[in-house]
C-alpha cells in the first residue's frame, strides 16, 4: 500500500501533520477531500495556508500544486477565505 509521502506535495512535514489528525493514509485524504482535512489542520495549526490546501489537492489529483485549474484554485481560496473568517466549514452537500 502508498504511503503519504508517496503523493506529490506531500513531504515529511505534511505527511506528520496529516497522521496526527488521523489521514494516515492516501485512500483516507481521497475519502475526506482536499478542504475537509484543510479544515481539520487548521483546527491544530492555524497557520497552515492556502498553500497547503493546494498541495492537499494536488496530492489528490497527483499533480504538483501550482498546475492545479485556475477554477480550481480560485475555488480554494474562496474555501479558505471563508475559514479565515472564522465561520468554519462550510456545509459541503
Known amino acids: 500500500m502508498p504511503d503519504l509521502i508517496s503523493m506529490a506535495n506531500i513531504g515529511r ?3 506528520r501533520k496529516l497522521k496526527t489528525i488521523g489521514v494516515d493514509s492516501p485512500e483516507k485524504l ?3 477531500g482536499a478542504e475537509q482535512v ?3 489542520l487548521k483546527e491544530v495549526w492555524p497557520q497552515v495556508c ?3 490546501l493546494y498541495a492537499l489537492e ?3 489529483r ?3 500544486f501550482n498546475s492545479l485549474p485556475k477554477a480550481r484554485k480560485k475555488e480554494l481560496k ?3 477565505d471563508i475559514l479565515k473568517g472564522g465561520r468554519g466549514a462550510p456545509d459541503r452537500a
Do not use: D, P, R, W
Open 38 to 40: 484543510f479544515f481539520q
Open 13 to 15: 512535514e505534511m505527511e
Open 58 to 60: 494536488g496530492a489528490i
Open 78 to 80: 474562496e474555501f479558505s
Open 62 to 64: 497527483g499533480v504538483e
Open 30 to 32: 481521497l475519502e475526506l
Open 50 to 52: 492556502l498553500v497547503h
